[in-house]
Each structure stands twice: as structure tokens, then as C-alpha cells.
């Protein structure tokens, strides 16, 4: 007679087989359902939401018994997110597919509902794709990437000249994983990057791939020095509504704004003054107060703004890092030991 499992784990949105079989060979004592007929179809490589279709009665009743057997979770059920708690008790650990969780987890109060569970995000895993949309933003007003695509839109051939990003400064709001990745490239281009955390104690700015680092305190007075501001913190208390219509004053004339964190860092209104009189020159923006941007939001027909629909951190690599971040959790877990990416529920990341 075999011995029962050690740990069972479910995956509650949808893999690649071949990630499916990286995660069951951690440890063979280790249970793995994985039933992909039960979940939500991706619209996307690494679409974790996937397709709003509805189970079956019968599917739907198979799914809540597999939740009850479940002792830890491979990302969040977004199809009984309200009644998590009660459908899944035996829980002890979730690994969510995203780094911005504190929010939702605070909302539906799990942090209260599922005392004694841990919940992991995936910080890190998304920092190579956002820091490359950051130096897409870059390059596109650097070198002029709106007025060449509006010339061609004219077929109208007219010369120009765009300027260099080297000795440009860039500050970095929200300095973790993904700020070191957007200060390593923007020093590649040659750029005085500076770096801005909640606390900075000890930090050294270099291991930071910066030219500075500052505490979330100095936010404001770094703000006229920022030729590229990057927003890549989570939405905190703390952090809401930190760039409003008096720190967007304080850049200077013709900066360039790049949200990848959240919406509600921003004062939208305000943000489209600022772009309506040029005092910006222009905005990448990832992610809004609304989502989906409402159709009549005036961001979408601004020349000077590029509108990406929440895309930034997505990529066909993504599933392989996040099995690889889940896969090195679930061997710290069975033998007892600290996991990475443990969400604060006070701070929120």
C-alpha cells in the first residue's frame, strides 16, 4: 500500500505540460492535480484569467471538490475568489501568477479569512518585459518614433532630428526588482538613473544598478530633475496618488511619464492637463484608474501618448518563470524554510 501524498498541490490556472512535469518532479511524495479541461482557456501566452466562460454544473462541482483536497495553491481560483476561504480550507500557501496582489488580497480580505496561509507573489518574474517596454518608452521619444509614424501615415518625407538619451536622467519610482532592471538598461543607454524605495537603509546604489538611491520621502524634490519619470510601485496607501497636479509641476518642461505600476499612482485629470499644455511631453502609460480605459478617455487620441492595454508585463517566457519561482518555493516549503516573495499584508507587497 503506497503512502499517502505529503502535500497536495493544485494548479488553478492554466500551464504548459511540460511546466506541469517540471513541478511534479520537485518531489514525488508531492500530489500535483492539474486538470486543464476545468480551467479557464488563455487568451494569450501566460494568460492567467483566461476566457470568462462559465463551467458546467458538473465541472463546476468537480473543481470545488479538487479546491477541498487542495493544501496549496498554484496561483489564485478567479472563479471562486469570493468564496475561496470556505471552498479551499485546507490551504497553507498560495503562489499567485502576479506581483501586485497586495490590493486583492486586502479587498477580499483573505489576510483575515485564511489566517495561518501564506501568499507568495511573483516579484521578479515580470522585471525583464516591463523594463524593456520602459526602454521602448524611452526610445520612442528620444528618437522621435511618433512624429516618424505620423509622417508615415502622410507618406510625407521631411528630415528632423531627435536627441540622445545619454546624460538624461531618469528617476525610478518604486525601486524593486523591476526598478533595478529598468536602472540597468537605462545606464546601458548611458543614463543617470536614480532610484527611489520606500527605505533605503544600508542600500547601496550600485547594487541597485543605480546612479542614486533615495528614499520614497525625497520623491518630490528628485521630481525637476526628472527628464523620464518611472512608475514601478505598487499601489500602497503610501503610494496613491504620489504624482499629482503639484509633483507633475515640479518636472520639468517637455518630461516624459512612464506608468507601469498602477493607475491610481496618478492623478489622471491632472496628467492630461499636463500633457493638453505640453508641460509634459509626452506619456507611456500601462495602466489607468479605469480599466479598461473608458472609451472616451481623451488619452487615447492624445498625440503624445501611447496607450497599452495592461500588456507591458506580459510575455510567452512567463509561464517557464513563474514555474521556476513556484518550483523553488515548493522545495523550501517542504523542508520548512522561509519562501521568497512572501506578501506583507500591511504594506501591501
Known amino acids: 500500500m503506497s503512502d499517502p501524498p505529503r502535500l497536495t498541490v493544485l494548479i488553478a490556472s492554466y500551464l504548459e505540460p511540460e511546466h506541469v512535469a517540471r513541478i511534479r ?10 486538470e486543464p479541461d476545468l480551467l479557464r482557456k488563455p487568451r494569450y501566452p501566460a494568460d492567467h484569467n483566461g476566457m470568462a466562460t462559465p463551467r458546467s454544473v458538473e465541472d463546476e462541482t468537480r473543481w470545488r471538490l479538487l479546491l477541498a483536497e487542495a493544501d496549496v495553491l498554484f496561483d489564485f481560483d478567479h472563479t471562486n475568489d469570493a468564496d475561496l476561504p470556505e471552498l479551499a480550507p485546507r490551504v497553507r500557501w498560495i503562489q499567485a501568477s502576479s506581483a501586485g496582489i497586495g490590493q486583492f488580497v ?25 523594463a524593456e517596454f520602459c526602454a521602448l518608452a524611452l526610445l520612442a521619444f528620444s ?14 518625407w521631411e528630415r528632423f ?9 531618469v528617476v525610478i519610482f ?28 544600508g542600500g547601496d546604489p550600485a547594487a541597485h544598478h543605480v546612479d542614486e538611491l533615495h528614499p520614497a520621502s525625497s520623491f518630490r524634490t528628485l521630481l525637476p530633475r526628472a527628464e523620464f519619470l518611472v512608475l514601478a510601485a505598487p499601489h500602497t496607501g503610501e503610494t496613491e496618488g504620489v504624482l499629482g497636479r503639484e509633483e507633475l509641476n515640479l518636472m520639468p518642461e517637455g518630461a516624459v511619464l512612464v506608468n507601469i505600476g498602477r493607475g491610481a499612482l496618478v492623478d489622471e485629470e491632472a496628467l492630461i492637463d499636463a500633457l493638453r499644455t505640453k508641460h509634459l511631453g509626452g506619456a507611456v502609460l500601462d495602466v489607468f484608474a479605469t480599466e479598461p480605459l473608458p472609451i472616451d478617455s481623451p488619452l487615447w487620441t492624445m498625440p503624445n501618448v501611447l496607450v497599452s492595454p495592461h500588456s507591458a508585463s506580459t510575455s510567452d517566457r512567463e509561464n517557464g518563470r513563474l514555474t521556476e519561482l513556484f518550483c523553488e518555493n515548493l522545495g523550501r516549503f517542504l523542508r520548512g524554510e522561509p ?10 507587497y
Open 106 to 130: 486586502a479587498r477580499r480580505r483573505y489576510h483575515e479569512r485564511m489566517k495561518g496561509t501564506v501568499f507568495t507573489t511573483a516579484s521578479g518574474v515580470h522585471a525583464v518585459p516591463l
Open 174 to 201: 518604486g525601486h524593486g526588482a523591476i526598478g533595478c532592471e529598468v536602472g540597468r538598461i537605462a545606464r546601458a543607454f548611458g543614463m543617470k538613473a536614480i532610484g527611489v524605495k520606500r527605505s533605503v537603509s
Open 143 to 156: 528618437r522621435g518614433l511618433f512624429r516618424i509614424h505620423e509622417l508615415q501615415g502622410r507618406k510625407h
Open 25 to 34: 518532479a520537485v518531489d514525488e511524495g508531492v500530489h500535483v492535480i492539474y
Open 339 to 348: 519562501l521568497r516573495n512572501v506578501l506583507d499584508v500591511e504594506r501591501l
Open 161 to 169: 532630428a531627435g536627441t540622445d538619451l545619454i546624460g538624461r536622467t
